[in-house]
């Protein structure tokens, strides 16, 4: 059974930061890409980023470019979301999910295999 968890979410004030985490346990995440999704109540699912751990390529929506960054810890088997400059409407629930490496790798939420639970972010004052 492959599993993987999200941690890092919580209250932030716009302006602020805050550090996303997806974990996986008894394997390692270098056979998968690993996308970051979000969910804002009444909305779709949405593609925030990617990161392919077989070769580093990386991808963000438009509306987080130049905000948030993806990166892996190889180390801790993790990946992380490093959300800065945050807005209101950067409040939802943030999901990983993963797909295997060599798939052919875009930010429709239909061709991912796993998903996490899910880590609930709001941005306000």
């Known amino acids: 059974q492959v599993h993987f968890m999200e941690s890092g979410g919580g209250l932030v004030q716009p302006g602020g930061s805050i550090r996303l985490s997806c974990t996986t346990s008894?394997?390692?995440?270098?056979?998968?890409?690993i996308g970051w999704f979000r969910q804002a109540p009444g909305k779709g699912r949405e593609g925030v980023s990617y990161?392919?751990?077989?070769?580093?390529?990386?991808d963000y929506a438009d509306s987080v470019k130049g905000r948030f960054t993806i990166s892996s810890d190889n180390a801790k088997n993790t990946v992380l979301l490093q959300m800065n400059s945050l807005k209101p409407e950067d409040t939802a629930i943030y999901y990983c999910a993963a797909i295997p490496a060599y798939a052919v790798i875009h930010f429709h939420p239909d061709i991912y295999d796993y998903w996490g639970q899910g880590t609930q972010v709001t941005v306000s004052s």
């Open positions: 990161i392919n751990l077989a070769d580093g390529s990386t």
């Open positions: 008894g394997q390692t995440l270098d056979r998968y890409a």
